[in-house]
């Protein structure tokens, strides 16, 4: 496979892009990352999501270590070229490192914001006591 399409993306002056996370079935977003040429060209490789970590400053592999990886059923570019969908399969049911089934769990209810999905395991057994 040429290089060339990875070209046609629009990556910030980071050389990043972002990348919504959807549960295939459901259409629901389970969460927003960041990806990066080569956490783009693993996730390609190895039918896994790799994303890249903004906080650590390196890659990935969602699921590294709670388990809960994504499968990635298709990637798409949006009209212009500057975020990517990724429609994946949540195995182990949890997106969120707060241990929910996805990132947005807060809505804006009467002026601010409001809990609404519940926590499905503990972070602490998914990652050893940090969260």
Not at 12 to 24: F, M, R, V, W, Y
Not at 57 to 71: A, F, I, P, V, Y
Not at 76 to 91: A, N, S
Not at 97 to 108: D, E, K, P
């Amino acid at each position: 496979m040429s290089p060339d399409w990875l070209d046609t993306i629009h990556w910030n002056p980071d050389g990043l892009i972002p990348a919504i996370a959807q549960e295939t079935g459901t259409g629901k977003v389970l969460m927003l990352a960041w990806m990066n040429r080569e956490s783009l060209q693993r996730t390609l490789a190895t039918g896994e999501a790799v994303y890249w970590s903004r906080s650590r400053q390196r890659l990935w592999h969602k699921g590294e270590s709670s388990g809960n990886t994504q499968r990635v059923v298709e990637i798409r570019l949006d009209c212009d070229g500057d975020t990517l969908l990724l429609e994946v399969e949540q195995r182990g049911g949890i997106a969120c490192h707060t241990g929910r089934h996805n990132c947005f769990y807060q809505r804006f209810e009467e002026g601010g914001w409001r809990v609404v999905e519940p926590v499905l395991k503990d972070p602490g057994e998914m990652y050893g006591g940090k969260s």
